[in-house]
């Protein structure tokens, strides 16, 4: 098996992104170029990301930063296999953006094109980072989603516990809102969280002990509305109830993890398996903590991509689109966008490649 070079493209969200990653699975692979630009000052002034802004700045964005992914490289288009790119999930007219634009550039330079489920390019990260071998288990969490899947090979998920209601970085980002944080949420509630006293306010747990490996969070989220709303809250105990509601979702996310990893164990899984975490709540350091000291008492190997890599980037996409190619698992151009693609069944529509 030969190896891989692609060109990556990531705009599901608030950012524009570009990279080159060049290798084989299963990795490590090699970052040749990262390039990702925020739109946060774009969309701070809403508190929340805005669809039609974000796609805007998308197209304002997207061929400089390609631009500058190739030069960084030091990649001409003959130098690349393959471009990839989000096809799904994400705000519909950012992905559009992205994909049109790499079906543009893979029709001009008469490349393949690999159309990316950007849940799944989180997912195999740690393949490019770590060369981490199948199977795994995987715990995703990130602003749109919370998901536990056993990771079993390139294509094949199986989803053990998601989310009833908010995602994890959802509740963080709504909580850092009721108490006056800036936009970002998550990053700035842990750092605030850090001169707080966890066990300040007696905050509900949600979901622990429950069967199954699901997440709640909306409940959590409530409960600290009404403590914020109530007269006698005084904001100078605000440090308290980021240290407590951070607690909280430590104690559920720890506890759904541990049954996803006897689930995981139960379907077979080697002595010694990995539990990965992706997406970018996965950027918290007590989270990180709190995940490192549960597998190494349950006899889990721990691997998270460094920050930068658990956020969003085109270098996982780039990743995803190494190892489709390198499967020969292409897609013809009229693959469209979608808003909505489930991991644990990703249905891609392939085409084998003539060489
Ligand atoms: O993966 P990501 O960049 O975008 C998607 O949602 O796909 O994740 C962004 C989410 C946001 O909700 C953000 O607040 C959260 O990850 N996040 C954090 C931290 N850093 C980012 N949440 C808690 N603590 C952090 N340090
Ligand atoms: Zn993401």
Not at 122 to 147: E, K, M, N
Not at 251 to 274: E, I, K, L, W, Y
Not at 329 to 354: H, K, V
Request: glycine content about 10%.
């Amino acid at each position: 098996m030969r190896d891989f070079t692609v060109l990556g493209l990531e705009t599901s969200c608030d950012e524009t992104a570009a990279a080159v990653v060049h290798g084989r699975a299963p990795g490590p692979g090699t970052i040749l170029s990262n390039i990702v630009f925020s739109q946060l000052e774009e969309h701070a002034a809403f508190g929340g990301v805005v669809p039609e802004i974000a796609a805007r700045a998308h197209v304002e964005a997207l061929d400089s930063i390609i631009e500058a992914a190739l030069t960084d490289a030091a990649v001409s288009p003959t130098g690349i296999d393959a471009v990839a790119a989000t096809a799904g999930p994400g705000l519909i007219g950012g992905v559009m953006v992205g994909l049109t634009t790499a079906k543009a550039l893979a029709l001009a330079w008469e490349k393949p094109l690999v159309a990316i489920n950007h849940l799944e390019a989180h997912a195999l990260t740690v393949r490019l980072t770590g060369g981490v071998g199948f199977p795994y288990l995987l715990l995703l969490i990130s602003g749109g989603h919370c998901q536990l899947l056993g990771v079993h090979e390139l294509g094949q998920y199986e989803l053990y516990g998601t989310t009833v209601d908010d995602a994890v970085g959802e509740a963080f980002d709504k909580v850092a809102k009721l108490l006056d944080l800036p936009y970002p949420g998550g990053p700035n509630l842990e750092l605030l969280a850090r001169k707080g006293n966890p066990k300040a306010f007696g905050l509900p747990r949600p979901m622990l002990g429950r069967e199954g490996a699901n997440f709640s969070f909306s409940g959590l989220k409530t409960a600290v509305r009404q403590i914020v709303r109530a007269p006698d809250f005084c904001m100078s105990s605000k440090a308290d109830l980021a240290a407590s509601f951070q607690a909280s979702v430590i104690a559920s996310v720890t506890d759904r993890v541990a049954v996803a990893m006897d689930m995981f164990r139960a379907n077979g899984a080697p002595g010694d398996p990995a539990l990965v975490v992706a997406g970018g709540v996965a950027a918290n350091g007590a989270i990180r903590a709190a995940l490192s000291q549960l597998a190494n008492a349950k006899g889990f190997q721990i691997e998270i991509p460094p920050p930068q890599l658990c956020t969003d980037n085109a270098a996982m996409i780039a990743w995803a689109g190494v190892e489709y190619a390198q499967r020969r698992r292409f897609d013809d151009l009229g693959i469209g966008p979608r808003a909505r693609w489930p991991l644990a069944n990703t249905q891609r529509r392939s085409l084998e490649s003539a060489d």
